[in-house]
């Protein structure tokens, strides 16, 4: 009789645990718009079912995929530029109309847009960004390594502190230990403000340590950007030969351009800044030219992540897939690509376009490169070409016929499109879209074709493991 009390009791405690565990993941999924892909879902909705005690625990930490913000007004141009960003209502496409009904920022002009072509140039560009700050001087970024490369750049900083530049560095939270923690303090020390975007060890709210800052963002007086796909480390431009370590370098995409656009990206950070400190948002003004001339490139800033209602740069991602005419080219280290985005590349393939993809024969993440064999052996069995790069390929862009090119720092997985706060550019001048195009297609230079052979049973089994774990959730 006790026996029968004892697993009456624990089956009553585990249901209860079952059902609060259910109700509030539907609750908080229909509330928060926590919007997630069938199988994610599965995941979630089994583990809760079966094993609450371990997985209730989990979702709170890292189930949630949305985060509300105070501050989630548009980024406007500067009152020097308002109206000098403009799209002829003629050539307006779905992209300007999807990107305008998401609530992303207007178009906005720029100029002195350069594509580095290496990591030296990209490294020259952003030392001359540094020292030529006069008034303001913003970094955002994963990492910063500390090695010889981020050691030069936060001595460049505390310079610029010294030298009575208002100096911000903001690090993400997990980042900063992958690049081995550069020392804040002695930072701060210099006069830098250097906050952590979520530390993992101080937030303990609902999904927050599971959403990481991706973004990479140097501005200076607020008319002067230098953006892209690298951290501030070594191996993302020339790499370290010292005798203590040595790293090879990446191949990496990055580039700088000015005005209203530089501008807009300033807006962003200080929106992520005010998020990261917990402090009001201050706009900071801009010391230098952002007013556009007539007939100057425009472009949009495209932001993505749990600060955005919507799964902005996917949904920009599929769409323009539909939209392409003639040809989609890609360049990114890791192509993990949900089942929605991968229909889209295969039907457009299907559909008679030019569609290729360039990787890293190799990356730096193993998981990714089990996990991307499915998608890859689809997509070349639908006409597409995947080229594997010898080395390792950091680069992150999309370019759609000769009118878009998306370029930044988020990758083609669902890491980057749904859990990780990115950014990217998106260039609508014919020029600037085949400057990017250029770059990836030299990428390509040297690679081999991808041919996907056909895996046996285990291996498929193993792929499809590590897709589950490591990237639905």
Partial sequence: MLELLIDSRVITLHGLLVFTGLAIYVIGSRIRHQRRHPSAAVAWVVSLALAPEFALP????????KVARRDTGLLVPAPAAAGTGHVAPD????????ADAMGLPPVASYRQLHIHDDGQQALDALRALVLQARHTLDLCTFLVGNDALGREITELLEQRAQAGVRVRVLVDGVGIYLGGRIDLRRLRAAGVQAALFVSPFRSILPGRTNLRNHRKLVIADGCRAWAGGRNLA?????GDDSLLRHKSPWIDLSFTFAGALAY?????FDQDWAFATGQARVDTPAHGPVEGEPGAPVAQLVASGPDQLDDTL????VSSCFSARRRILAVSPYFVPDPVLLMALTLAARRGLDVELVLPRRSNHRLADWARHAALRELTAAGGRVWLVPAMLHGKAVVFDDDLALAGSANLDERSLFLNYELMFAFHDRSSVNGFAGWITRQRMGAELYRGDRPGLLREMLEGLVRWLAFQL
């Fill in 58 to 65: 989990l979702y709170l930490l890292f189930g949630s995929r």
């Fill in 314 to 317: 996917h949904v920009l991602l």
């Fill in 264 to 268: 807009q990206a300033q807006q962003r």
């Fill in 234 to 238: 070594a191996e993302y431009f020339v």
């Fill in 91 to 98: 050539t307006r496409t779905a992209f300007h109309q999807l």
